[in-house]
């Protein structure tokens, strides 16, 4: 079936600083989609970004994801990350597989901290 | 704004007891969802719905039941509660698009069951 590996459950970070959260994935589907989710502490998860297409940058509040179907992934990154980052992040798989079939597979989470 | 609202928000359910967890979408979203969220686990699906009077299993649908009685309403219920089921529950709705659809989700309930 289709996975999701976070590697990381805890990367910390001090204010300022780029980080990177890793997400690669294993799929037999070539239609695919990929979001990446921030959970804040006692919120609902909501989407940061998402992608298609291979090899196109994607941005939103200034984290940036990149799909590499070469290499089956789709880390997140942030240049100089801030205080208010602190959160989890969900990397999350959808095949197009036809039908009305829309499930999301997620990865186990990864729990960014970040330091002053 | 997508809106899902969850009730209740906190519960606690004694073991063998039955509990029924309940979600409202006001999106009018063909899908909906429930997920459970366990520390390292993440989220994992339990049961979602194509449309009112649908149900489908997830990936860890063993002990829980689903209801879509309507387009807004989508119901969890566990009908003997187990400790093994304390945990925080998310549920979902989403369009039935291809590529970008996103879920939009609900607060979470938090079910303690001693």
């Known amino acids: 079936g289709d996975s999701v590996t976070q590697t990381e459950g805890l990367v910390t970070v001090t204010e300022g600083l780029p980080v990177m959260l890793n997400c690669t994935y294993q799929?037999?589907?070539?239609?695919?989609?990929f979001f990446w989710y921030v959970q804040y502490l006692n919120e609902a998860p909501k989407l940061l970004l998402r992608s298609s297409t291979d090899n196109k940058r994607t941005e939103h509040q200034g984290f940036h994801a990149t799909l590499h179907k070469s290499s089956s992934s789709f880390h997140l990154q942030k240049s100089s990350v801030q205080l208010s980052d602190s959160a989890l992040y969900y990397c999350a798989l959808r095949v197009n597989s036809g039908g009305s079939n829309a499930k999301l597979t997620f990865g186990k989470g990864t729990k960014l901290s970040v330091k002053s | 704004e997508a809106a899902v609202t969850q009730s209740p928000r906190n519960k606690v359910a004694v073991t063998g007891g039955k509990v029924t967890l309940s979600c409202n979408q006001t999106?009018?979203?063909?899908?909906m969802y429930w997920y459970r969220q366990d520390t390292g686990h993440g989220l994992r699906l339990i049961h979602y719905?194509?449309?009112?009077?649908?149900?489908e299993k997830g990936d860890i649908p063993d002990g829980y039941k689903a209801s879509r009685p309507s387009q807004e309403n989508f119901s969890l219920i566990l009908e003997l509660a187990t400790p093994s089921q304390t945990s925080v529950y998310f549920c979902?709705?989403?369009?039935?698009?291809?590529?970008?659809?996103?879920?939009?989700f609900g607060p979470g309930t938090r079910l303690t069951v001693l």
């Open positions: 979902a709705s989403g369009a039935p698009l291809r590529g970008y659809a996103e879920q939009f």
């Open positions: 719905s194509y449309g009112a009077g649908s149900t």
């Open positions: 799929t037999a589907y070539s239609d695919v989609a």
């Open positions: 999106n009018n979203h063909n899908n």
